[in-house]
């Protein structure tokens, strides 16, 4: 296959707040190639993303929409663009419905992924600013600067909020994996690849604002990661104490507290975690968080 050849993938429900934008800015501020396909899977949604996304196709014909009339999960909907990825592509580029690329990151991307022997590269996550950047946003905040230290200090933990692949490495997901991007590095360095931290290329992400929606949002990564590290043995870099304290001397003194808050919380999320796993509730189709939802 073609590396030169790109497909944009994103899997979008009930994204009419946050779709149009990602679009105009994938169309306008990365210089996508003109033979780049971008592909939006539409699950189940019952807001206006479906539309938002065909009247986006009429301007730019890059741009198809692939509508689900029922949500089957986020592993389903990934499928369906591996398939067509692995078809026509070489490189096959994720980003979130919610999530927007800095200008000329994903160029980056792709850029690194063709020098290296990577079999995937990812953008850095920064939380997007909100009007009122209150507790939680301060505590996310340290999250995300904690996964940026760690995947420079120690092992890269794939991102997919904005990645880059080569799709001779993508693999289906079995569709009650409830974390997609720990098992799509999990195959990738079972397949003797390395994944690549590309931190100049940035991606700003929506969070929770709120501590419940925090809550929830850090228990189903920890299901996630239960889920995965029982089956495959395969555990992330970030979830690792030692790894998470090695980081810690490298923040500020403000950045340290909002990090033991944020311990506090991380600690609650996962023994809520680990009842719900133990009962056998793995959420592998998500319940959205309302928080990352709203217009901004």
Same mark, same amino acid.
């Given at each position: 296959?073609?590396?030169? =050849?790109?497909?944009?993938? *994103?899997?979008?429900? /009930? ?5 149009g ?16 396909? !971008? ?12 539309? *938002?996304?065909?009247d ?5 014909? %890059? ?12 592993? /389903? ?6 398939? !067509? ?21 994903? +160029? =980056?991307?792709?850029? +690194?992924? $063709? ?13 997007? +600013?909100?009007?009122?950047?209150? $507790?939680?946003? +301060? ?16 092992? @890269? ?6 990645c ?24 990738? %360095? ?6 690549? #931290? &590309? @931190?100049?290329? &940035?991606? #700003? *992400? ?11 949002? %850090? ?9 995965l ?6 555990k ?12 810690? @001397? ?7 507290f ?5 311990? !506090?919380?991380?600690? *609650?999320?996962?023994?809520?975690a ?23």
């Amino acid at each position: 296959m073609d590396m030169h =050849k790109m497909l944009v993938g *994103i899997c979008a429900y /009930n994204e009419e707040n946050n779709i149009g934008k990602l679009l105009r800015n994938l169309i306008s501020e990365q210089n996508l190639p003109d033979n780049c396909k !971008i592909v939006v899977v539409c699950s189940g949604c019952t807001d206006k993303t479906p539309q *938002i996304v065909n009247d986006f196709q009429r301007i730019d014909k %890059r741009i198809t929409a692939i509508v689900e009339k029922v949500r089957k999960g986020k592993a /389903n909907a990934l499928n369906k663009i591996f398939g !067509i990825a692995r078809r026509n592509a070489g490189i096959l580029v994720l980003v979130n419905a919610d999530a927007l690329p800095k200008e000329g990151s994903i +160029k =980056k991307l792709v850029l +690194k992924l $063709l020098h290296t022997n990577a079999g995937a590269v990812f953008a850095r996550p920064v939380p997007l +600013k909100e009007k009122h950047q209150g $507790l939680c946003h +301060k505590i996310v905040w340290v999250i995300w600067r904690l996964h940026h230290i760690i995947s420079i200090l120690q092992k @890269p933990k794939l991102s997919g909020e904005l990645c880059a692949i080569n799709t001779s490495y993508l693999q289906d997901i079995p569709e009650y994996i409830a974390t997609d991007e720990p098992f799509i590095e999990l195959n990738i %360095r079972k397949q003797g690849s390395s994944i690549v #931290y &590309v @931190p100049e290329a &940035v991606v #700003y *992400i929506r969070c929770p604002t709120n501590i419940v929606d925090l809550l929830e949002h %850090r228990k189903r990564i920890w299901i996630g990661h239960m889920q995965l590290q029982k089956t495959t043995g395969f555990k992330v870099s970030t979830s690792s104490v030692i790894n998470i304290m090695s980081a810690i @001397p490298t923040l500020s003194l403000s950045e340290i507290f909002y990090a033991f808050i944020g311990g !506090i919380i991380e600690v *609650i999320a996962y023994f809520r975690a680990k009842i719900a796993f133990t009962k056998g509730t793995v959420p592998y189709v998500w319940q959205p968080i309302t928080s990352t939802k709203t217009l901004i």
